[in-house]
Antibody, heavy 121, light 113 residues
Framework: QVQLQQSGPGLVKPSQTLSLTCDIS??????????WIWIRQSPSRGLEWLGR?????????DYAVSVKSRITVNSDTSKNEFSLQLNSVTPEDTAVYYC???????????WGQGTLVTVSS | DIVLTQTPLSSAVTLGQPASISCRSN???????????LNWLHQRPGQPPRLLIF???NRFSGVPDRFSGSGAVTDFTLQISRVEAEDVGVYYC??????????FGQGTRLEIK
């Protein structure tokens, strides 16, 4: 059974960097058939895919156009985790952030518990 | 960009009665590999979404058989044959055909009448 455990601060000041980590159990971040993604949810934007990282003989990253200039998704194989960094945040980045696994049939089958991140001074 | 439009936005159903949610795409969701990556999620209040149906009509592990998905190309439907109390929440369609982009419908809220 795959489990994803998120960690990171719930409050970030405007213009600073939002950082979250997702610990994986029951699978490997360097799996050749899974991908690891970040999604956020807010009342104004609904569910919004942000980015993914995955390993297929080498590491790949994909990012949503809306955040491409500000986002980095990294993996740490020694800790079996992946992370999200979102720079230069504004109050519009306030949302519940989820990490999740994308499986080999093109579906998001496991989700982290979610982290409410509020951007406020 | 693919836009998914769900109808209705909310629905109140009597326990034991059927429910149906529509998801319409502004573009074909048939991938060049022949598969259609249209999935359905269910979210209860305070919880993350969970996968119900993948590739139009395949139930994910542990999903009751009262849930079924159908459709093709641009028009898709999620049906619940007999609504139970635990089915309340918000249902989302989502697409992964336009890889690497993932998009979601705006959600349909289901409540018990």
């Amino acid at each position: 059974q795959v489990q994803l455990q998120q960690s990171g601060p719930g409050l970030v000041k405007p213009s600073q960097t939002l950082s979250l980590t997702c610990d994986i159990s029951g699978d490997s971040v360097s799996s050749n058939i899974a991908a690891w993604i970040w999604i956020r949810q807010s009342p104004s934007r609904g569910l919004e895919w942000l980015g993914r990282t995955y390993y297929r003989s080498k590491w790949y990253n994909d990012y949503a156009v809306s955040v491409k200039s500000r986002i980095t998704v990294n993996s740490d194989t020694s800790k079996n985790e992946f992370s999200l960094q979102l720079n230069s945040v504004t109050p519009e980045d306030t949302a519940v952030y989820y990490c999740a696994r994308e499986n080999d049939v093109g579906a998001i089958d496991y989700w982290g518990q979610g982290t409410l991140v509020t951007v406020s001074s | 960009d693919i836009v998914l439009t769900q109808t209705p936005l909310s629905s109140a159903v009597t326990l034991g009665q059927p429910a149906s949610i529509s998801c319409r795409s502004n573009q074909s969701l048939v991938h060049s590999d022949g598969h259609t990556y249209l999935n359905w999620l269910h979210q209860r209040p305070g919880q993350p979404p969970r996968l119900l149906i993948f590739k139009i009509s395949n139930r994910f592990s542990g999903v009751p058989d009262r849930f079924s998905g159908s459709g093709a190309v641009t028009d898709f439907t999620l049906q619940i044959s007999r609504v139970e109390a635990e089915d309340v929440g918000v249902y989302y369609c989502m697409q992964e055909t336009e890889f690497p982009v993932i998009t979601f419908g705006q959600g349909t809220r289901l409540e018990i009448k």
